[in-house]
């Protein structure tokens, strides 16, 4: 799963009013990537009060918001901060795609795992990007090293290779996060030591406000967000 092309779907996004996830509340499943394309919520769009930051390939950030994807040629690339990390031993914050045809960009979701040995523990998410290929319950959640997916901007970007990063879909199968980029290595370790290794567990998802920490790394917004009865965050 990754971001270029998924642009394609801005017009659809661009075409319609903006509007939350139709399931406010939910089962779902779980996977992960990182493919370092500009997220799709990083375009200027109708409903978003400002759309996620991005980065350029030294990881800098952007102010273009008009500025084409890396994945596509471009200068604008998935800054390094827009990785999870944890709160407590059973509490983290992260970003995540959706799926494409049902957008939600800059919402965020209380996710509390329901399999594996996270079992119980809870994850808030912010809606940072989306895919053709996620499911309309379904969080991909952004993990350094979590696997390209369809696209690739991290060999551009990061001198990425497969030796390192592992397979195109779920990325390495063992901890290589010390040869990752100093940049992304506390996100890549953030898969072995909060999420124990765990492998694409399940999850009940509910809409929740955004919490500020999350916000201030993606810079997303979303228009009269907090007037949609969401509950608060789990602290």
Do not use: H
């Not at 809870?122 to 090293?145: E, R, Y």
């Not at 999850?203 to 949609?228: D, Q, R, W």
């Amino acid at each position: 799963m990754a971001s270029y092309m998924k642009r394609l779907a801005i017009a659809t996004l661009l075409a319609t009013s903006f509007t939350l996830i139709a399931a406010q509340s939910g089962s779902g499943t779980t996977t992960r990537y990182w493919d370092c394309c500009k997220p799709s919520c990083a375009w200027s769009m109708s409903g978003i009060t400002s759309p996620v930051k991005t980065c350029d390939v030294s990881d800098q950030p952007l102010t273009n918001t008009n500025a084409q994807s890396g994945c596509a040629g471009g200068t604008a690339y998935m800054c390094s901060n827009q990785s999870p990390w944890a709160i407590n031993d059973t509490l983290a914050y992260g970003f995540a795609a959706v799926s494409a045809s049902n957008p939600s960009c800059c919402s965020c979701y209380q996710l509390t795992f329901t399999s594996t040995i996270l079992s119980g523990k809870k994850m808030i998410v912010q809606a940072t990007n989306t895919g053709s290929d996620v499911g309309s319950t379904q969080f991909d959640l952004a993990i350094p090293g979590g696997g390209f997916g369809i696209y690739d901007g991290c060999s551009t970007e990061w001198s990425a290779t497969s030796a390192v990063w592992g397979a195109q879909y779920g990325g390495s199968s063992t901890n290589t996060c010390s040869q990752f980029p100093t940049a992304l290595q506390p996100g890549c370790d953030f898969r072995w030591d909060w999420m124990q290794g765990a492998d694409n567990p399940t999850v009940n998802f509910e809409v929740v406000t955004c919490p500020a920490e999350l916000v201030a790394k993606s810079g997303c917004s979303v228009t009269g967000y907090n007037a949609a009865n969401a509950p608060s965050a789990a602290s």
